[in-house]
């Protein structure tokens, strides 16, 4: 019982910081200003508060799109989340979540590295 007690102690403490890590996302607004493919690297141009970025993905890797030219939803996953060792990001479509919540998982177009230019 007491082993079961702690167990359950150290699920929720690790739950928590789950939790608290996942809130701790930034959501923002970005544009897609072209794509093109070298060497295997997928490199998309963006604009992220007038700032221009790259989002880069491997060619093949699960959540590797190359997307259309246009407006969508960045959120930057917390330190040592997602498959890249990079500051990974995921994106959505601009529709996809009202500014209070998390965007749904099932409507993510890709899994990218945010590099700054």
Not at 14 to 20: A, V
Not at 103 to 110: A, C, E, H, I, T
């Amino acid at each position: 019982m007491k082993k079961t007690m702690v167990l359950f102690s150290l699920l929720t403490l690790f739950c928590g910081l789950c939790t608290r890590q996942v809130s701790a996302q930034e959501k923002s607004n970005i544009t897609v200003r072209g794509s093109e493919l070298n060497n295997g690297v997928v490199i998309m141009d963006v604009l992220k508060a007038s700032k221009i970025y790259q989002l880069q993905c491997n060619q093949g890797a699960p959540g590797c799109t190359s997307l259309q030219n246009g407006n969508y939803l960045m959120v930057e996953l917390p330190k040592n989340f997602g498959m890249y060792e990079c500051r990974d990001v995921e994106v959505y479509p601009q529709s996809a979540t009202p500014d209070t919540a998390l965007p749904d998982k099932d409507k993510k177009l890709g899994e990218y590295c945010l590099v700054e230019k």
